[in-house]
């Protein structure tokens, strides 16, 4: 049976936009139409989180269930508006404006995977990120207070940042940068790398700052490994491949008091954009420098 398309109108452009009606997150109904219509209706506070990022793709063509597949090469059927920059030998995708965000939820591209590099220079990081993995026996609660302590010792370095949820299970950090003199090796993933074995230092019951697993049961690792130009991290208001149509929510601190709280769908954050804007606003906009260790 051939796709039902039905064509559309996006801010100039025509999409042909397919099987609207097509069950991606089975146990609670959550349809490719809706998907679409949440990114449509967050795209303003999602969107600067996007420009000029290499954005990998996350794709899965028949629902949460079923395989996904990442995908880093822009799609060889991509419209030709669809903004295309080369880094290394792959053609990125780099989702700008709401046309492009429209085409990439109509291919079932569920979750959002940009660089913490904008594409030139991808050397350098605009934000330093850390993410907040329970491991076996711990959980979101645990990962709040890693959170909170986390958050102090950026403090005592004079550096602001700002926590989301993950969308799954744990929780991320994110320090803004914005500014020219940084790199990753030598700046936030060498930072980042001597903090996270620092607070496991000081917290060694809570903090991991390792991935093997026999290390991880009851703790919390600090993922500082993100801080790389060949990673990504999924994007804040992205959707995720779970049971239901989680987000990965900005929150405000206090939040974190009530653990059991955070977890948002895609109705929620709806709500929330509309009531208190971009939580992660920061994120884009703050300039900071790294200390010298």
């Known amino acids: 049976m051939a796709a039902r398309r039905v064509e559309v109108d996006v801010e100039g452009r025509t999409l042909s936009l397919s099987n609207l009606d097509k069950v991606l997150y089975p146990r609670v109904g959550f349809t490719k139409g809706e998907v679409i219509d949440y990114y449509t209706r967050v795209s303003q506070a999602l969107l600067p989180h996007l420009r000029d ?3 990998t793709l996350k794709r899965y063509p028949n629902g949460v269930e079923e395989p996904y597949f990442y995908e880093k090469n822009c799609p060889s059927h991509a419209p030709e508006w669809v903004r295309r920059e080369r880094v290394g030998k792959i053609f990125y995708v780099i989702c700008d404006d709401l046309p492009t965000l429209v085409w ?3 291919l079932a591209d569920l979750e959002l995977h940009p660089s913490l590099s904008e594409h030139d220079p991808i050397e350098r990081p605009t934000v330093m990120a850390f993410d907040l993995d329970p491991g076996p026996g711990a959980g979101l609660a645990e990962c709040c207070e890693v959170a909170l302590i986390l958050r102090e010792a950026l403090a005592a370095l004079g550096l602001d940042c700002y926590a989301k949820t993950s969308g799954s299970k744990g929780l991320q950090v994110y320090v803004p940068l914005n500014v020219e003199d940084v790199d990753y090796d030598s700046g936030s993933k060498r930072l980042s790398q001597a903090l996270a074995r620092h607070l496991e230092a000081q917290h060694p019951k809570l903090i991991v700052s390792q991935q093997r697993k026999e290390l991880r049961r009851d703790r919390v690792l600090i993922d500082w490994s993100q801080n790389d130009e060949h990673k990504t991290t999924v994007c804040v208001y992205s959707l995720r491949g ?3 149509p989680t987000v990965s929510t900005p929150l405000d601190w206090d939040e974190l008091d009530d653990p059991a709280s ?4 895609a109705s929620d954050v709806i ?5 208190r804007g971009d939580l992660f606003a920061a994120v884009v906009e703050q300039q900071q420098r790294l200390p010298d260790l």
């Open 242 to 244: 779970a049971e239901r």
């Open 271 to 275: 709500e929330r954009v509309a009531e």
């Open 262 to 265: 955070l977890v948002f769908c």
């Open 53 to 55: 990022r290499p954005l």
């Open 104 to 106: 990439l939820a109509n």
